[in-house]
């Protein structure tokens, strides 16, 4: 074995060893254990078990969470915890039970209490999350039947929802908590209190009627839902850690080794096992938690042969407690670490326990639990990351490391040379690390920590830093200093100049001075430094310094060594972040007395699938079983943004075990050009390619893994062009597509002179990623005649898909089947861009006669499919002294992406809501689609039109900023009245507005709370608040007038059943169960004899596609004509026998032969607009709505908190106020990651950074607001929907918008401290580095950011 090549694998190896393992009870036996398999393809791909998903493959979304149970041997316990299935490798679970959503309960047996709370909560809308949800929330309870809310608040640290805005699930989930009030069974003699209705739910109105008194207002609130139908949780049902595996654990461990195709995974059972196999394979990767190697396989394409598991080895796992610290084993988890380190802050004096307590705190915002349940300390320092968060606490701590050989044991201090380059530790290849020890601190010294992301929870760091001040005795003298920083360098590095300087100096204003111009110098930036942000980053080490300051300070002062405690207007800069447990207040109008029990109009009907999403039974396009002979496909794509393709070998791909074919554009036997409304855009790319992700061709194999493989060989080489990549790129070479469009009222030009004032501003809205947890997914049957083709598809639009696939293939549309069962979201993205895909996927099952299937990686989706678009607006606004706007001209730059798309559609609906709410007597808006090199830019929620409507508050900021009044007075003195005119002459009708507004007032008790934010601001200096109200005003009805069409499909089975289809699809926003409330109150019968299959193209031809929020209006129309239809079949039956039944008059009228299937339609009448003339109505109606934010901003560190929102929503009379209450929600927090958090991240070369939950942030649990109240205004039927509803799917979304101007707000009110007022620019999202630099103060002058022009940055705006 000696001439074995370093790390590489030998045929002499001997074959692998049996992983046995348990996954719901049931005993594994795996002969062939992968090592590169994770445990999620296992369950999912070999077990069948689907009903844990896959949303992002890189432990950031939680949609894999699973419970994985071990018995320690050696502690004789067995502990239970919530994993990534995503990250963890097949072969770590040796002598391991995991426990999947199935595994605890199901529809079809009995539900587990925590699968129904969050369903009956309405916690669950497109169901994709929910699963992951469910075990985070089953493994804190496992644990801790009985938590507290901050509990539950960290379980979810680790998971996203991208549609309900959490609310929700939070209050579902409250009820088992001890602030929730539910005793789990165990309070009462007769059950849970849950049943005997005594459970309080603070504020928010979940199970009781109660009076929600606010101001003046006494507001009667009903329930969305009953808790006392709660199953109580029994603790002592729960599944046992199977006893068989309990006994085989219990047994001395022994080596192991799975050997895969291309490494080998040894799992030592000892430390000398261990150094043996470290010093025959000094390149081998040590494995804990995967949570760091997994990304470099899966995502940097990095292969090691040798892998060597240590997380058993007991010297490895070691705490021990010693003289001068705590010594923790490499291989302890954070989650070990945390609990060893809390017990000991509860027990030691505080003074020893400085360090613990920085730990604790980095510890609080390291990633979710699902990864420091696994993720090592080891595997952390190992990294070498340069922005990890606790090197910079262990080097500012000096901690000793104990590293260890087969040649012996050295000792090292983490300090400025531990790393000696990026992701480089001083680790010989045969060392491993064996232990940290973290020190006790000392009288005297002080220690703090600070992590700055632009997400507070789970998310990777832009600056965090360890900060050591040791004095001399009883002194304010500095003795020592230790400043470390990560993310300043490619390592962790110590500020040591800046603490060389500052030692023997006493801690008072003049070390601070120096200490910031010191650290300005020192922790300098290059300007086109990787992560960018560069005067945010430099600005961060001061500001977060000067934090570290007053705190000293202040303990120093507590400690009676300084007089002086920190001013009281400082103070709060001292404070750490506590997040508080949010409340939440729902209004509705409920049904009228006397509306029968079965009609379920106007209730709050749950999602229908929402009990089989919470347990996994609910399919999704990925889940549907594998065919036999099944391929699957992986996408080839353009590294570069613009370019002529050279050449392409796919020679190393189709080399490849398993691999199929290759597609290509020569494959193509009908047309390569495609796209939704113009075919201007290739299915695959043939010379050229103009942006970074186009498809090129694609790769067919086996599986999944290999496919994936393939497709990273396939070179191609390029001839590269120039790219136009940002929408200034485009102004300079006016790169656009036509036609230019514009809407114009009044005389813009004697608007201004008429005015007192003209301001001019701009304003950018960065783009947005749809984020659907489910990625795009095609599974393609070719079916073996005439052409014909199944498809199984997750869009929102099956005919665009069986059109453009036909097309494709060259068969006509009647060959292809599209069958859309459910959604795992889509939100506009699966409109027009799921076509890409499937288009592709068709076109090799066409070729391989094969059914071929592909479900995007994360990654791969964010690159290829586009998202919302970017906008710029520039703007000039006439107005009065009295803050009355008389005149705007504003002009938008969208930016389109490589091909039209629907940027033209979506470019008209901005211009449409240009005035937002407000009556602006001359007005023009010019609107140009930017032809860049990105892909094309699509659909999302809200469709133009929140770009618009931002673009308008950017100015009404500006103006009221201007005039030095409150944004709210102008605000409303501005706004529409019942029966104005808008830009494009459409008169309003039952207008809303003045009335949302007034309750938004009276709910969010805004005068009050305007009065204790000015107090607030006057009496802190470092922190602001911030307040604002804003109104919207949304437009229903498709802008292209032929989509306001609607068909709908009834059949009545003999037995009295009735299938219902219609036009629509289920992406979450539960339009089949409003489907079935409609065709329920059309038909008299319960909505239980009612069910939607699918959405397919055989059944209801040539669909609009499920978008522009109009799919209740238009397809509830349809559905009620059908069902009308047969109400009129049956009409003679019932009236022969007015006493029967329902069944009854169904098998007279099939006996009698009459036809029991009726088709509906429907079209929206009186629509059609002309640009040209400005003339006619381009929308149906508008749904209005109202919401006031108010937030707290660090101005420090550009941190803001939601403190609270007020939302009044007009949506007619509610199909159903659960569903219209979710969509509300959940299109506020997707808007806010639009205003404050989402950013998508381009570099000047058009590559985009930001490809996966890692790097970009959409909201998680903590972002939502700490109050938040939602009514749906009463008394308000809508005469132009069904049953008077009213649209509600994307007119809230641009409400979010009152977060970004009340962060502007507080903004302001921080500049006024430098002397500064009047307009100022912010563009979205407001991020914290911009509203760091927005606060300009001391400290941002220090780190003036780089001429623009000297250099390339690393990211641009796009
Ligand atoms: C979703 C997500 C969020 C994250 N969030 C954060 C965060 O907020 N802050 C942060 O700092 N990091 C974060 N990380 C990074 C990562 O989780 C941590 O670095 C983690 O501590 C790595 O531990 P592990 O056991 O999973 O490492 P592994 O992936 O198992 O190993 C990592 C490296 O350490 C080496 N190694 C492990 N043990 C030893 C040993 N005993 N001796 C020698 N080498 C060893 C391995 O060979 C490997 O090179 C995040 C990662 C993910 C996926
Ligand atoms: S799929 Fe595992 S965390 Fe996202
Ligand atoms: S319900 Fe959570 S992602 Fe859709």
């Not at 595994?103 to 999350?129: D, M, T, W, Y």
Request: glycine fraction near 8%; hydrophobic fraction near 35%; charge should be neutral.
């Amino acid at each position: 074995m000696a001439n074995i090549d370093r790390g590489k694998l030998s045929a002499m190896e001997p074959s692998g060893d049996e992983l046995v393992f348990f996954v719901n009870g049931r005993k594994i036996l795996e002969r062939n254990a992968e090592p590169e398999m994770t445990l999620l393809t296992y369950l999912r791909r070999k077990l069948g078990l689907t009903g844990t998903k896959l949303g992002c493959a890189e432990g950031g979304c939680g949609a894999c969470t699973v419970m994985v149970s071990k018995f320690h041997r050696h502690q004789n316990r067995t502990v239970h915890h919530s994993v990534n299935a995503c990250l963890a490798p097949l072969c770590s679970l040796h002598h391991c039970a995991v426990t999947t959503v199935e595994g605890i309960g199901s529809v079809a047996s009995k539900l587990h209490p925590v699968q129904e709370r969050i369903a009956k909560a309405h916690g669950s809308q497109c169901g994709f999350c929910t699963p992951g949800i469910v075990m985070s929330m089953y493994s804190l309870l496992r644990n801790n039947p009985q938590p507290k809310m901050q509990d539950v608040e960290e379980a979810f640290q680790g998971n996203l929802c991208r549609c309900t805005g959490y609310r929700p699930i939070l209050e579902g989930y409250k009820t088992f908590t001890k602030e929730g009030g539910c005793c789990g069974g165990r309070g009462k003699a007769n059950g849970c209190c849950m049943t005997n209705g005594n459970a309080t739910n603070g504020n928010s109105t979940n199970g009781h009627k109660e009076d929600h008194i606010n101001g003046n207002s006494t507001i009667s609130i009903q329930p969305l839902y009953d808790p006392s139908e709660f199953m109580p949780l029994d603790p002592t049902q729960e599944v046992i850690f199977p006893p068989e595996l309990m006994n085989i654990c219990k047994q001395s461990p022994k080596e192991l080794r799975f050997k895969g195709e291309r490494v080998m995974w040894i799992q030592p059972s000892s430390l000398t096992e261990l150094l043996e196999l470290k010093a025959r394979y000094p390149d081998a990767k040590l494995v804990v938690g995967n949570t760091e190697v997994g990304i470099e396989m899966k995502f940097k394409n990095l292969l090691y042969p040798v892998i060597l598991a240590p997380a058993y080895i007991p010297e490895l796992n070691d705490i021990q407690h010693t003289e001068d610290g705590i010594v923790f084993g490499a291989s302890c988890t954070l989650t070990l670490l945390g609990d060893v380190l809390r017990t000991a802050v509860a027990k030691l004096p505080s003074h020893q326990t400085e360090v613990f307590k920085a730990v604790l705190e980095q510890l609080r915002w390291f990633a979710g639990l699902q990864i420091r349940n696994v993720a090592a300390i080891g595997g952390n320092i190992m990294t070498a990351s340069p922005i990890s968060d606790l090197n910079p606490v262990f080097m500012a701590a000096s901690c000793k490391l104990t590293l260890l050989s087969k040649g012996g044991t050295r000792v090292v201090e983490m300090d400025g040379s531990f790393f000696p380059g990026y992701r480089k530790t001083v680790l010989k290849p045969e060392e491993i690390l064996l232990s940290i020890e973290i020190p006790y601190t000392k009288k005297g010294q002080y220690f703090s920590a600070f992590k700055q992301s632009p997400r507070r929870e789970d998310d990777i760091s832009i600056v965090t830093c360890g900060m050591n001040v040791v004095f001399q005795e009883s002194s304010n003298i500095v003795e020592d200093l230790q400043l470390s920083y990560g993310g300043m360098a490619p390592t962790t590095v110590l500020a040591k100049a800046t603490s060389k300087k500052l030692i023997g100096r006493p801690w008072n204003e003049g070390l601070l001075e120096d200490a910031c111009v010191s650290l300005a110098e020192e922790m300098a930036l290059a300007p086109s430094v990787p992560g960018g942000m560069v005067t945010y980053r430099r600005t961060l080490t001061i500001s977060l310094f000067f934090k570290f300051y007053l705190t000293v300070q202040h303990q120093l002062a507590r400690d009676g060594v300084l007089l002086e405690d920190v001013r009281p207007d400082y103070s709060s800069a001292t404070e750490i972040f506590h997040a508080e447990t949010p409340s939440s207040v729902q209004v509705y109008q409920t049904v009228p007395p006397g509306q029968s029990a079965d009609d379920v109009i106007g209730r709050p009907v749950m999602h229908l699938s929402a009990l089989k999403q919470a347990t996994g039974e609910a399919i999704y396009c990925d889940d549907i079983p594998c065919f036999e002979n099944e391929l699957h496909l992986a996408l080839v794509t353009s590294t570069k943004a613009h370019a002529h393709i050279t050449s392409i070998d796919t020679a190393e791909a189709l080399a490849i075990p398993g691999v199929v074919t290759f597609v290509s554009y020569k494959d193509i036997r009908g047309s390569n050009m495609t796209g939704p409304v113009l075919y201007d855009e290739t299915v695959l790319a043939e010379d050229t390619v103009t942006c970074v992700g186009h498809i090129v061709g694609a790769v067919v194999a086996d599986t999944q893994a290999h496919a994936q493989r393939a497709a990273k060989a396939v070179r191609i080489s390029y001839e590269e062009m120039k790219s136009v990549v940002t929408i200034q790129d485009a102004i300079e070479s006016q790169s656009f597509f036509q036609p230019v469009r514009t809407i114009k009222k009044g005389d813009v030009a004697q608007g201004f002179k008429e005015s007192d004032h003209v301001l001019q501003g701009e304003i950018h809205i960065g783009g947005q990623e749809h984020f659907y947890l489910e990625t795009n997914c095609t599974l393609a049957i070719p079916r073996g005649e005439d052409g014909e083709m199944e498809l199984f598809v997750s869009t929102q639009s099956a005919t665009k898909t069986q059109a453009l696939v036909a097309k494709a293939l060259g068969v006509p549309a009647n060959r292809i089947v599209c069958r859309v069962k459910r959604m795992g979201g889509g939100f506009g993205g699966k409109e027009s861009r799921s076509t890409l895909l499937s288009t592709v996927v068709a076109l090799a099952a066409q070729k391989v006669k094969r059914p071929v299937r592909c479900m995007l990686d994360r990654d791969e989706d964010m690159l290829v499919t586009g998202g919302r678009h970017p906008f710029f607006g520039r703007y000039k606004v006439g107005y009065m002294n009295s803050g009355k706007v008389k005149a705007v001209e504003v002009t938008f730059y969208s930016n389109a992406g490589n091909s039209m798309d629907l940027s033209l559609s979506i470019m008209e609906r901005a211009l449409f809501h240009m005035e937002n709410s407000y009556n602006i007597p001359h007005m023009c808006g010019t609107g140009y689609l930017c032809k860049t090199n990105l892909p094309s830019n699509t659909a999302f929620r809200g469709f133009g039109g929140p770009q618009g409507m931002m673009v308008a508050e950017s100015w009404m900021s500006d103006v009221a900023l201007a005039c030095g009044m409150p944004s709210e007075e102008v605000r409303r003195l501005n706004l529409y009245k019942e029966g104005d005119l808008t830009p494009f002459n459409q008169c309003l009708e039952q207008f809303t507005i003045d009335r949302c507004w007034k309750e938004c007032l009276e709910i969010s008790n805004y005068h009050q709370r305007k009065a204790d934010v000015e107090k607030f601001n006057k009496q802190h200096r470092w922190t602001k608040r911030g307040l604002c109200i804003v109104p919207t005003k949304f437009g229903i009805s498709f802008t292209a007038v032929f989509l306001n069409q609607a068909g709908a499909l009834a059949h009545i089975y003999t037995d009295g059943s009735v299938l219902l289809t219609h036009g629509g699809t289920e992406m979450g926003q539960g339009l089949h169960t409003k489907m079935v409330q409609v065709a329920s109150r059309t038909l008299g019968i319960p909505s239980s004899k009612i069910h939607i299959t699918e959405t397919s193209t055989n059944t209801v031809p040539n669909t609009s596609p499920t978008a522009a929020s109009a799919s209740s209006d238009l397809n509830g129309m349809a559905v009620h004509n059908a069902c009308q239809t047969l109400m009129q079949r049956l009409g003679p039956y019932k009236a022969k026998n007015p006493t029967g039944t329902w069944e009854d008059w169904v098998r007279a009228a099939y006996f009698d032969r009459v036809n029991l299937s009726a088709n509906g339609f429907y079209k929206t009448p009186d629509l059609g607009y002309d640009f040209d003339s400005n003339s006619g109505r381009p929308f149906n109606y508008f749904s209005y709505g109202v919401a006031c934010s108010e937030v707290e901003v660090d101005c420090l560190t550009g941190s803001h908190k939601n403190v609270h929102t007020s939302i009044v929503m007009d949506v007619g009379k509610s199909l159903n106020p659960a569903l219209d209450i979710g969509q509300v929600e959940g299109g506020f927090m997707q808007g806010v990651g639009l205003f404050t958090l989402e950013e998508l991240r381009y570099s000047p070369q058009g590559y985009l950074f930001t490809r996966g939950p890692g790097m970009y942030k959409i909201p998680a649990f903590g972002d939502i607001p700490t109050e938040l109240s939602v009514a749906l205004l009463r008394d308000a039927p809508n005469e132009r929907a069904i049953f008077s509803s009213k649209a509600v799917g994307e007119p809230p979304l641009f409400l979010a918008a009152s977060v970004f101007y009340a962060i502007k707000e507080a903004i302001a009110a921080a500049r006024t401290e430098s002397g500064l007022s009047g307009p100022f620019r912010l563009d979205s999202p407001a991020t914290p580095d911009r509203i760091r630099n927005a606060c300009e103060d001391r400290f941002t002058k220090l780190c003036p950011p780089a001429k623009p022009g000297t250099f390339t940055p690393w990211a641009v705006q796009v």
